[in-house]
């Protein structure tokens, strides 16, 4: 199963952080999912750009999932590749926020942005499909 992690940005260049091959580890609470991450999932990195981040930036790989107080989990990724083409971030999912439909951009603003929080949200293949031609 597919997962975006939106997050916030780490430290350094707004997003960018780390290289293909690099391991992070992101610690968010788990929205349209119901905790169902682990390991070997698909996995799209998207830093928040209230917080300075860029969007969509990587697509990863889950190494693991650990449990933590509370709702949040910690998930371990492995960097893929880099988003190839200009992110999509807020500004282009904004005119598709209140729309009416189902296109994945709909579904994307719907769980990126219907709630402001950071979080952890299962996508759907059609969802999956289109994030895939940010990536070579």
């Avoid at 609470?29 to 209230?50: G, H, L, Q």
């Avoid at 769980?111 to 952890?120: D, F």
Wanted: charged fraction near 30%; include cysteine.
């Amino acid at each position: 199963m597919p997962y975006i992690i939106k997050t916030d940005p780490r430290s350094g260049n707004a997003g960018n952080a780390g290289n293909a091959g690099d391991a992070l580890t992101f610690c968010e609470k788990p929205f349209y999912c119901e905790r169902r991450i682990k390991r070997d999932d698909d996995c799209f990195i998207w830093f928040s750009e209230t917080k300075g981040g860029t969007g969509l930036t990587w697509r990863s790989r889950v190494r693991s999932v650990i449990s933590r107080d509370g709702r949040k989990l910690d998930v371990n990724v492995l960097l893929t590749s880099f988003a190839n083409r200009p992110s999509i971030g807020k500004d282009a999912l904004e005119p598709f926020r209140d729309a009416i439909g189902s296109t994945p951009m709909h579904e994307l603003a719907r769980k990126l942005y219907r709630h402001a929080h950071n979080k952890i949200c299962e996508i759907d293949q059609d969802e999956f499909q289109f994030l895939l031609t940010y990536f070579g």
